[in-house]
């Protein structure tokens, strides 16, 4: 990496919290800091979504993906799509029925103040294990990348200088830095990609693309042997797709507090569906620029290029392929993914930390003689260490501790979404059913996902959030059945 590559990345490091911070403004008020004010665009709210859901391993991830299979991340987003039509026109009325500070507002008025907890506790458990997970591993072409260019910089000290100046931008602006950020961050890697097309594009022979659909690179669907083991066959990615994005954009805090911070319930509707559109537009460049690498090395499948996993493909470009300048612009739109994820998450656990568990954090306010705008930034400080602490922990463990990770974090997306469906349908639905339910239904998801191997195969992530909604009803009609049938009993033996 040479001193124009060093110059890009430092620039954007040290002006782009700056400017987050210049267009959030100042900062006085809880409401403010974790809602943005309600004052929010919604095209800049849309351009947060998908920067928040997206990571460096989406970067790196997808590219490496379409190298085999074509353009199956777009076919996923047909999904996403459906998703979020369902959540804008179904989900959002429920929170813009009050003035909510957390996704689990509606069911503390739904169900009462513990359904409340249970859930916002379970969010905040898998939301730090699956940003732990997605810090580590992030860093690790990131790490590999700045070492093949000559500039090795320690683990430990990438992580830390990344959730520095995350948190940096984070406590100063809110969610407005928060927001404005991921817009930036958003057309950094977008824009960076579609560089990366447009440069394996030049020079291409005659023939190309025919090449590529006699290949069957522009496939949206993949064919397994079992539609259980893979997420991009056509019923898991539309189906699975849709239940996937009912269950992130619908319930999880992550998503829902841009929504929330919305100025209407039209704009909120607007900032969803376009992040539809934004993902697709993502999904299709990074999916270009993996079939086009696919080009690039020669139409050989990746055991002959040398390299030792579909992740490296994209790195491995980037740092051999690239021009100088252009190769540090896309080392800062890896970190820009890294830090946009980040900061959501540290926001969005604040807020369902100071919302959900409201009476416990008064009375730590009033111990630690701190303001509740102060109290805020307190907790985004803590969750900001315990991040990185969990990080660091997965650095000493094994790619099956991540693995572990991933499919922890994963698990409470069936049964929390069960759980919303239940309160928007059943009328008759009750916490003394659905708590336990839930409690159930969390740790048999996990087993599921570690044990059940169609094929030989793990259970694609689709699966496992219908698996996570039906055992969730199951367990909660026959909790429901076996307190009539004791109701029952107990006034035939009083008569």
Same mark, same amino acid.
């Given at each position: +990496? $040479?001193?124009?590559?060093?110059?890009?990345?430092?620039?954007?490091?040290?002006? +782009?919290?700056?400017?987050?911070?210049?267009?959030?403004?100042?900062?006085?008020?809880?409401?403010?800091?974790?809602?943005?004010?309600?004052?929010?665009?919604?095209?800049?709210?849309?351009?947060?979504?998908?920067?928040?859901?997206?990571?460096?391993?989406?970067?790196?991830?997808?590219?490496?993906?379409?190298?085999? $299979?074509?353009? /199956?991340?777009?076919?996923?987003?047909?999904?996403?799509?459906?998703?979020?039509? #369902?959540?804008?026109?179904?989900?959002? %009325?429920?929170?813009?029925?009050?003035?909510?500070?957390? *996704?689990?507002?509606?069911?503390?008025?739904?169900?009462?103040?513990?359904?409340?907890?249970?859930?916002?506790?379970?969010?905040?458990?898998?939301?730090?294990?699956?940003?732990?997970?997605?810090?580590?591993?992030? +860093?690790?072409?990131?790490?590999?990348?700045?070492?093949? !260019?000559?500039?090795?910089?320690?683990?430990?000290?990438?992580?830390?200088?990344?959730?520095?100046?995350?948190?940096?931008?984070?406590?100063?602006?809110?969610?407005?830095?928060?927001?404005?950020?991921?817009?930036?961050?958003?057309?950094?890697?977008?824009?960076?990609?579609?560089?990366?097309?447009?440069?394996?594009?030049?020079?291409?022979? *005659?023939?190309?693309?025919?090449?590529?659909?006699?290949?069957?690179?522009?496939?949206?669907? *993949?064919?397994?042997?079992?539609?259980?083991?893979?997420?991009?066959?056509?019923?898991?990615?539309?189906?699975?797709?849709?239940?996937?994005?009912?269950?992130?954009?619908?319930?999880?805090?992550?998503?829902?507090?841009?929504?929330? *911070?919305?100025?209407?319930?039209?704009?909120?509707?607007?900032?969803?569906?376009?992040?539809?559109?934004?993902?697709?537009?993502?999904?299709?460049?990074?999916?270009?620029?993996?079939?086009?690498?696919?080009?690039?090395?020669?139409?050989?499948?990746?055991?002959?290029?040398?390299?030792?996993?579909?992740?490296?493909?994209?790195?491995?470009? #980037? /740092?051999?392929?690239? %021009?100088?300048?252009?190769?540090?612009?896309?080392?800062?739109? #890896?970190?820009?993914?890294?830090?946009?994820?980040?900061?959501?998450?540290?926001?969005?656990? !604040?807020?369902?930390?100071?919302?959900?568990?409201?009476?416990?954090?008064?009375?730590?306010?009033?111990?630690?003689?701190?303001?509740?705008?102060?109290?805020?930034?307190?907790?985004?400080?803590?969750?900001? /260490?315990?991040?990185?602490?969990?990080?660091?922990?997965?650095?000493?463990?094994?790619?099956?501790?991540?693995?572990?990770?991933?499919?922890?974090?994963?698990?409470?997306?069936?049964?929390?979404?069960?759980?919303?469906?239940?309160?928007?349908?059943?009328?008759?639905?009750?916490?003394?059913?659905?708590?336990?339910?839930?409690?159930?239904?969390?740790?048999?998801?996990?087993?599921?996902?570690?044990?059940?191997?169609?094929?030989?195969?793990?259970?694609?992530?689709?699966?496992?959030?219908?698996?996570?909604?039906?055992?969730?009803?199951?367990?909660?009609?026959?909790?429901?059945?076996?307190?009539?049938?004791?109701?029952?009993?107990?006034? $035939?033996?009083?008569?």
């Amino acid at each position: +990496m $040479n001193l124009l590559d060093l110059s890009v990345m430092l620039a954007y490091l040290a002006g +782009m919290p700056l400017l987050a911070v210049l267009l959030s403004g100042k900062q006085s008020s809880t409401s403010a800091y974790l809602e943005g004010g309600h004052d929010l665009p919604w095209w800049a709210l849309c351009l947060s979504m998908v920067a928040t859901e997206t990571s460096t391993l989406t970067v790196i991830s997808v590219p490496g993906v379409a190298f085999g $299979n074509g353009m /199956v991340f777009v076919g996923l987003a047909l999904g996403y799509l459906l998703g979020r039509a #369902i959540v804008a026109w179904k989900f959002l %009325p429920l929170y813009s029925s009050g003035r909510m500070l957390s *996704a689990y507002d509606y069911l503390g008025q739904r169900f009462g103040a513990r359904m409340q907890r249970v859930a916002s506790a379970t969010f905040l458990g898998t939301r730090v294990l699956a940003e732990a997970v997605r810090l580590f591993a992030g +860093m690790l072409p990131l790490t590999a990348m700045l070492a093949a !260019t000559h500039m090795a910089v320690p683990h430990m000290v990438l992580l830390t200088t990344v959730v520095g100046i995350t948190l940096f931008y984070t406590l100063c602006g809110g969610l407005r830095a928060v927001v404005w950020s991921d817009a930036i961050q958003f057309c950094l890697y977008l824009g960076g990609s579609a560089i990366c097309a447009a440069l394996l594009m030049h020079g291409l022979p *005659a023939g190309s693309f025919s090449t590529l659909q006699h290949a069957g690179k522009f496939a949206l669907f *993949a064919h397994a042997s079992t539609p259980f083991s893979s997420a991009f066959t056509p019923i898991a990615a539309i189906g699975g797709g849709t239940l996937m994005t009912l269950a992130s954009h619908g319930t999880d805090q992550l998503m829902v507090q841009r929504v929330l *911070a919305a100025r209407s319930l039209k704009e909120a509707r607007m900032a969803l569906m376009g992040s539809a559109v934004g993902v697709t537009a993502l999904f299709f460049l990074l999916s270009g620029v993996g079939i086009l690498l696919w080009l690039y090395h020669g139409q050989v499948p990746l055991q002959e290029t040398g390299l030792s996993s579909p992740d490296a493909i994209f790195p491995d470009y #980037i /740092v051999h392929g690239l %021009p100088a300048g252009l190769r540090g612009l896309m080392v800062a739109a #890896i970190l820009a993914a890294t830090m946009g994820s980040l900061s959501s998450t540290l926001s969005a656990m !604040t807020a369902a930390t100071v919302g959900d568990f409201s009476a416990l954090c008064t009375k730590l306010g009033r111990i630690l003689s701190l303001s509740p705008l102060g109290l805020a930034r307190a907790f985004t400080v803590f969750w900001s /260490v315990i991040l990185v602490g969990c990080s660091l922990l997965f650095a000493q463990g094994s790619q099956s501790a991540v693995l572990l990770g991933f499919s922890i974090a994963a698990c409470g997306y069936g049964p929390m979404l069960g759980t919303f469906l239940a309160g928007m349908t059943i009328p008759s639905a009750r916490a003394t059913e659905l708590i336990p339910a839930f409690c159930l239904t969390v740790p048999l998801v996990l087993l599921a996902m570690a044990t059940v191997r169609p094929a030989g195969h793990p259970l694609a992530f689709p699966w496992l959030i219908l698996t996570g909604i039906l055992l969730l009803f199951f367990f909660a009609t026959s909790l429901r059945l076996a307190r009539g049938l004791f109701s029952r009993s107990a006034r $035939n033996s009083d008569a």
